[in-house]
């Protein structure tokens, strides 16, 4: 647990914005991904006459 600390410490507040915004990056990724397969399942329902919810 001391070390974990330590590491956090020493990284510098340029490197945690960085890491900030990958994680932001990552789950915009995500979210779109989501979209895209929903969009999918959607369309797919739809040309085979399937009702969406």
């Known amino acids: 647990m001391y070390e974990e600390g330590y590491k956090i410490a020493n990284t510098s507040l340029l490197q945690l914005q960085d890491i900030k915004n990958k994680v932001i990056q990552t ?27």
């Open 27 to 53: 789950r915009e990724q995500i979210i779109q991904t989501d979209t895209a397969l929903n969009k999918n399942a959607i369309y797919t329902n739809y040309n085979q006459g399937n009702y969406n919810e």
